[in-house]
């Protein structure tokens, strides 16, 4: 589904006078970017709405913002670019647009759907969800085969679709799929992105809700949400290597590597998205937009459920609870998975991808410009 045309129109607008003006050129890497442009095509403005982080600082020097008659707010215009993109790349197209219109409720309803199928599957394939298990062995009420079976599905569906989401995203900036395997452009991008280094305008902290002051909260809860995903990834990622490289099959000690690493990156997935939705809430409505708050809504909600969940169950898996627990926490963690090429994780790919952009064009000549160093 195309972009909303009046939207693109506005966007143009708003860099085409930005460009003219250039006041705000070293609060973050979308200005730069910008005036390498003479016009703004789709994909141009695609690739600059993920280069900002929505700060709000430009917003908030900027001469010619509301109540000027020229009403330029480009963290409000980009922020509206960003939700249209995850539907514009998404695949299959028709869950995009689902999940864009029904945001929190589609989140929610995904997740008990899958809770309840996973609850009839296991027991036709003769689970056991209402007894304590000696040794809390997860597989003798939820049957090995469904777990990989179930997430294995799932796991190919997400990975093929954000594939295909930052092809399409890539060249619609106008890029070749080699070009983002330049090495030292890569890297640049991919340290810029796991360092988190752009969550600040001009080498400082964030300005707050327009207020004076300026606040590392937003980057601090980012830090907590990213690596806490990538702890609980890890942690995945280990426990699969004993199960299969060494046969220890699940649950772990209390001490292992699994359970440290999952614990320590429930724990941020619980604190970072709470404390960035908190931070939303209190955010100026001048620089957002109103059709991103039920996705971003529906990322957090199913990323706290997972991780609450998850400690529940390790808390509880010597009880007869455990059965119950298993399956909500594998359906809410099935329903987040299914919801990451469509919603506010997506973003994350790409940002990334225009960040690799944004280091391969410093190198090059643009108009009047000779490359940067």
């Known amino acids: 589904m195309p972009q909303d045309k009046p939207l693109l129109e506005e966007a143009a607008r708003m860099m085409a006078i930005c460009n003219a003006c250039r006041y705000c050129e070293g609060y973050c890497a979308v200005f730069p970017a910008m005036e390498r442009r003479l016009d703004f095509a789709s994909g141009d403005l695609s690739y600059l709405a993920h280069l900002c982080h929505n700060c709000g600082e430009c917003y908030y020097a900027c001469q010619y913002a509301p109540p000027h008659e020229f009403g330029v707010d480009i963290p409000r215009v980009l922020a509206g670019l960003r939700v249209e993109t995850y539907e514009k790349y998404a695949w299959p197209a028709p ?38 298990v000696a040794g809390a062995d997860f597989y003798r009420l939820v049957p090995h085969r469904v777990m990989v079976g179930a997430f294995g599905a799932v796991v190919l569906f997400v990975c093929v679709s954000l594939a295909i989401g930052f092809l399409r995203f890539w060249r619609d900036a106008g890029e070749s799929p080699a070009g983002f395997l330049a090495p030292s452009a890569l890297g640049q991008g991919l340290r810029d992105a796991f360092g988190l280094r752009n969550l600040h305008g001009s080498g400082a902290d964030c300005t707050f809700a327009g207020e004076e002051r300026r606040s590392p909260a937003r980057r601090w809860f980012h830090h907590l949400t990213f690596y806490g995903f990538l702890l609980c990834f890890a942690a995945t990622a280990v426990a699969t290597v004993y199960h299969y490289a060494f046969g220890w099959p699940a649950p772990y000690a209390y001490a292992s590597l699994p359970v440290l690493l999952g614990t320590a990156g429930g724990v941020g997935l619980i604190v970072g998205p709470l404390g960035l939705y908190r931070l939303g809430t209190r955010r100026d409505p001048a620089t957002s937009d109103p059709h991103h708050s039920g996705m971003g809504t529906a990322f957090i909600l199913l990323l706290v459920a997972t991780s609450l969940t998850g400690m529940l169950l390790l808390a509880l898996r010597e009880t007869a609870a455990m059965g119950l627990l298993l399956v909500v926490h594998l359906g809410v963690v099935m329903a987040l998975f299914v919801l990451l090429p469509y919603g506010k994780f997506v973003h994350g790919v790409y940002r990334a991808a225009a960040l690799v952009k944004h280091a391969l064009e410093r190198s090059r000549p643009g108009p009047n410009l000779r490359p940067e160093d």
């Open 95 to 132: 869950l995009g647009r689902a999940f864009r219109s029904g945001g929190a409720v589609a989140a929610v309803v995904l997740a008990l759907v899958l809770i309840v199928t996973l609850l009839i599957a296991s027991v036709a394939l003769g689970g056991s969800l209402l007894a304590p």
